[in-house]
């Protein structure tokens, strides 16, 4: 694990390196934005973030994918994965670094939409706890969704197959609880399927957290997707 | 220093090293000869620990790659084939990173390291430009600057010499030379003078069976008068030799 620092930083750093990290930063946040006005931030005349959060997963689904997208395959397509293991790291310290370097770069995307918030104070006077456990159960979302995606990076050299594979991956997770789709199999599914798909969705306990609710069960469910996403990811690359 | 014993490595159904044993010792400089898609690549990295092996051991220091893999990487220095790097990164910003993850810390020891490395592979006019921009050559020699930044006992050079232009090459071969003698050094190549000039000895690999393991005398003497590359196609191009 004493390993885990420089390889963190690189990666960190990395994305400030090229255009690309400025690029996806800027265009995660006019998309955030655009539609939380889009929504009538101003004019529903309520001091608190749904606007924000009704959004942002479907945001956070590609945003995130592509992230995560180039996490291994771009290492495996260049070559450079062989460098990386041939340097004393281990593979559960490298992919840790790499994740959590991408992890704090989407933070760093969510601390930016902290404008809404710091607005949403100086016009209103808005319940902070239920804000914070907002961008609590966004930081969560975006874990789980990152896990998937570096995994999806990790089978394959291609950076488009790994974005693709990502964001159908997390949207078959996500969509599982969508209002519509509850309503359209409501009619011939068991129960037990449907209670199992809303359980599961990541969606449903999104917006548990979103009205501030800090439920056991939401955020160990998105922990365990990150966990197990995470440890397939060092499986894959041990081969 | 390095002991490979059996090594067999199967990609599916291909058997791209059958059963390859050889010991190098400290100041030895083992030139691995052999045509493309012979097995040389796959046995430097299971060598490296990069690759694990299907069947057989590699040791390096007496460290198994299998057990110890961490252990072994520290005491390598390898180049891959690629010279694989991260182009958007700075020579400096590069050999730092790779100075800090080798475990070197503190600015004056890493400064130390990389002012050494940069003189010796000669990087000091390219040192703040990104690797991305850089020609092959130097690409070549930013590779070789990373392998041996922590004096590593083991120096394992997939074709160090690629892609240079004719005095270049020659500069690399003097830089692996000199380091040669508290080394133990396994080089890969397609230049057969290469292997004349520098190693004290000769491993030729054809279809993942090692052929060849001697001195480059006694290879030269195979077929007195003929050029060593005449040797090596007259040993490549038969299927089984003694």
């Not at chain 1, 798909?197 to 955020?219: C, D, H, K, M, R």
């Not at chain 2, 400290?26 to 691995?32: C, N, T």
């Not at chain 2, 040192?127 to 041996?148: F, M, P």
């Not at chain 2, 290469?194 to 004290?200: D, H, L, Q, R, T």
């Given at each position: 694990?004493k390993?885990?620092?420089?390889?963190?930083?690189?990666e960190?750093?990395?994305?400030?390196?090229?255009?690309?990290?400025?690029?996806i930063l800027?265009a995660?946040?006019l998309l955030?934005l655009g539609l939380a006005?889009?929504?009538?931030?101003?004019?529903?005349?309520?001091?608190?973030?749904?606007?924000?959060f009704?959004?942002?997963?479907?945001i956070?689904?590609?945003?995130?994918?592509?992230t995560?997208?180039?996490?291994?395959?771009?290492?495996?397509?260049s070559?450079?994965?062989?460098?990386l293991?041939?340097?004393?790291?281990?593979v559960a310290s490298?992919?840790?670094?790499?994740?959590l370097?991408?992890?704090?770069?989407?933070a760093?995307?969510?601390l930016?939409?902290f404008?809404?918030?710091?607005?949403?104070?100086?016009?209103g006077?808005?319940d902070?706890?239920v804000?914070?456990?907002?961008?609590?159960?966004?930081?969560?979302?975006?874990?789980a969704f990152l896990?998937?995606?570096?995994?999806?990076?990790?089978?394959t050299?291609?950076q488009?197959?790994a974005?693709v594979a990502?964001?159908a991956?997390?949207?078959?997770?996500t969509?599982?609880?969508?209002?519509?789709?509850?309503?359209y199999?409501?009619?011939?599914a068991?129960?037990?399927l449907?209670?199992?798909?809303t359980?599961?969705?990541?969606?449903?306990?999104?917006q548990?957290?979103?009205i501030?609710?800090?439920?056991?069960g939401?955020?160990?469910?998105?922990a365990?997707?990150?966990?197990?996403?995470?440890?397939?990811?060092i499986v894959i690359?041990?081969? | 220093?390095?002991?490979?014993?059996?090594?067999?490595?199967?990609?599916g159904?291909l058997r791209?090293?059958?059963?390859?044993?050889?010991?190098?010792?400290?100041?030895d400089i083992?030139?691995?000869?052999?045509?493309?898609g012979?097995?040389?690549?796959?046995?430097m990295?299971?060598?490296t620990?990069?690759?694990?092996?299907?069947?057989?051991?590699?040791?390096v220091?007496?460290?198994?790659?299998?057990?110890?893999?961490i252990?072994?990487k520290?005491?390598?220095?390898?180049?891959?084939e690629?010279s694989?790097?991260?182009?958007?990164?700075t020579?400096?910003e590069?050999?730092?990173?790779?100075a800090?993850?080798?475990?070197?810390?503190?600015?004056e020891?890493?400064?130390?390291r990389?002012?050494?490395?940069?003189?010796?592979?000669?990087?000091?006019s390219?040192?703040?430009?990104?690797?991305?921009?850089l020609?092959k050559?130097?690409?070549?020699?930013?590779?070789?600057?990373q392998?041996?930044?922590?004096?590593?006992?083991?120096l394992?050079?997939?074709?160090?010499t690629?892609g240079?232009?004719?005095?270049?090459?020659?500069e690399?071969?003097?830089?692996?030379?000199?380091?040669?003698?508290d080394?133990?050094?396994?080089?890969?190549t397609?230049?057969?003078?290469?292997?004349e000039?520098?190693?004290?000895?000769?491993?030729?690999?054809?279809q993942?069976?090692?052929?060849?393991?001697?001195?480059?005398?006694?290879?030269?003497?195979?077929?007195p008068?003929?050029k060593?590359?005449e040797i090596?196609r007259d040993?490549?191009?038969k299927e089984?030799?003694a």
């Amino acid at each position: 694990m004493k390993q885990f620092l420089p390889v963190f930083k690189k990666e960190l750093f990395g994305y400030f390196r090229s255009p690309v990290g400025y690029v996806i930063l800027i265009a995660f946040h006019l998309l955030t934005l655009g539609l939380a006005f889009y929504a009538n931030f101003y004019e529903s005349r309520q001091a608190n973030l749904s606007v924000l959060f009704r959004f942002l997963p479907w945001i956070l689904l590609v945003f995130i994918s592509a992230t995560g997208m180039r996490l291994w395959s771009e290492e495996k397509r260049s070559g450079s994965i062989e460098l990386l293991f041939t340097l004393p790291i281990s593979v559960a310290s490298a992919v840790l670094a790499k994740y959590l370097a991408a992890l704090a770069f989407v933070a760093i995307a969510l601390l930016l939409t902290f404008s809404l918030a710091f607005t949403t104070a100086y016009l209103g006077n808005p319940d902070w706890g239920v804000m914070l456990s907002g961008y609590l159960g966004s930081l969560l979302l975006s874990a789980a969704f990152l896990g998937i995606s570096s995994l999806c990076s990790s089978a394959t050299k291609n950076q488009v197959i790994a974005f693709v594979a990502s964001i159908a991956a997390c949207f078959a997770i996500t969509i599982g609880g969508a209002q519509g789709l509850i309503d359209y199999i409501d009619d011939f599914a068991p129960t037990a399927l449907i209670d199992f798909l809303t359980n599961l969705s990541f969606l449903i306990n999104y917006q548990t957290l979103t009205i501030g609710l800090i439920e056991l069960g939401a955020v160990s469910l998105f922990a365990f997707f990150t966990i197990a996403a995470l440890a397939i990811n060092i499986v894959i690359l041990k081969k | 220093m390095i002991v490979v014993d059996k090594l067999v490595k199967d990609y599916g159904s291909l058997r791209a090293v059958a059963g390859v044993s050889f010991k190098v010792e400290k100041g030895d400089i083992l030139g691995f000869l052999g045509p493309n898609g012979a097995g040389k690549s796959t046995t430097m990295k299971i060598i490296t620990g990069y690759l694990a092996p299907t069947d057989g051991t590699a040791s390096v220091d007496g460290y198994d790659v299998n057990e110890d893999p961490i252990e072994v990487k520290r005491r390598i220095g390898y180049l891959p084939e690629s010279s694989a790097s991260y182009p958007e990164m700075t020579v400096l910003e590069f050999l730092s990173y790779v100075a800090e993850a080798r475990g070197f810390n503190g600015a004056e020891e890493i400064n130390k390291r990389l002012a050494d490395v940069i003189v010796k592979c000669h990087l000091q006019s390219v040192q703040n430009r990104a690797i991305e921009t850089l020609s092959k050559g130097y690409r070549q020699r930013v590779g070789l600057a990373q392998a041996i930044l922590h004096d590593p006992p083991v120096l394992i050079l997939d074709e160090p010499t690629d892609g240079l232009d004719p005095n270049q090459k020659n500069e690399v071969r003097k830089l692996i030379k000199n380091m040669a003698e508290d080394k133990a050094i396994i080089l890969s190549t397609h230049i057969l003078e290469e292997v004349e000039a520098i190693c004290n000895r000769v491993i030729v690999i054809d279809q993942g069976i090692v052929l060849v393991d001697e001195t480059p005398e006694e290879f030269k003497a195979r077929k007195p008068g003929a050029k060593i590359d005449e040797i090596f196609r007259d040993l490549t191009n038969k299927e089984v030799l003694a």
